[in-house]
């Protein structure tokens, strides 16, 4: 049994088109067997864990999460930390999936923390298990928590790659996002201006438009209008030095909107 399921778990592993249908049936009937059989636990874990697999494939993801909580639930005793880690980041892919961001935070975590046991993944993937963590957390409302881990993730990716790594972008987006989650607007205003440095560094003219745009809206809910409107102007400055057309349009006409509603609010009644 031993060598067939890690057989089976190999070909799961590269990913290769199988007949899912009677690798399933055949996968059961080991189960059964493994069961009641404590020698066979640690084969257990694994047909379970398969099946999960295979149901995933098939498209059944409630039934995949089942299985793949099931299987990691058995003791993996002394289990090879790279497969943990794969493990636990496919639960949570599949949690994720089903917006079950709560079961796909915890298993993100276990993942992260096997991994620093973990020959196969390198800094950015370890870092980048971390960022996926913090992401579900926020998803679940656990907005302190995400902030936590975003927090550690970009004190540990400015000591590796300094302050102005491109790579640290989405983590400093997702902080805002934590932050304003929590209300502190203030903060996650001075966070998306870092975004807005790092995307006008870039040259990327789509998401320096999307940060003018949400720091307006920032600027908006502290109430500093003019503040407001002049992210909303510079965008319209920047599109029309380069921006595609759709995209400009739509910044006049939020510019005017806003202009409207300003002289709206002041208009005597």
């Known amino acids: 049994m031993r060598d067939r399921v890690a057989e089976v778990r190999a070909l799961l592993d590269s990913r290769v088109n199988i007949d899912a249908a009677p690798l399933i049936s055949e996968l059961e009937r080991l189960r059964e067997r493994a069961r009641d059989r404590l020698e066979s636990r640690p084969e257990l874990r694994q047909l379970l864990i398969c099946l999960g697999m295979l149901e995933y494939r098939r498209g059944d993801r409630l ?9 990691l639930g058995v003791d993996p005793g002394a289990a090879d930390p790279n497969q943990l880690v794969r493990d636990h980041y496919f639960l949570a892919g599949v949690a994720s999936d089903l917006r079950n961001f709560q079961l796909a935070a915890e298993h993100y975590a276990k993942a992260a923390q096997c991994s620093a046991a973990a020959t196969d993944f390198d800094v950015n993937q370890r870092l980048g298990i971390r960022e996926r963590q913090a992401f579900a957390l926020h998803e679940a409302g656990r907005f302190m928590d995400a902030y936590e881990v975003n927090r550690s993730l970009l004190e540990e990716g400015e000591g590796r790659f300094g302050a102005d790594d491109p790579r640290l972008g989405t983590v400093i987006v997702n902080t805002a996002q934590n932050l304003y989650g929590l209300r502190r607007l203030a903060e ?59 995209l400009r349009e739509a910044a006049r006409r939020c510019l005017e909107d806003f202009d409207l509603q300003r002289s709206r609010s002041k208009a005597p009644t």
Do not use: M, N
């Open 188 to 246: 996650a205003e001075s966070y998306l201006q870092r975004a807005l440095v790092s995307a006008q560094a870039g040259g990327e003219i789509e998401r320096e438009q999307d940060f003018l745009y949400q720091l307006a809206v920032l600027a908006a809910e502290q109430g500093k209008v003019t503040a407001a409107r002049g992210y909303l102007a510079e965008r319209v400055t920047r599109l029309e030095r380069g921006g595609a057309a759709p």
């Open 63 to 71: 039934k995949a999460r089942g299985l793949l909580i099931d299987g």
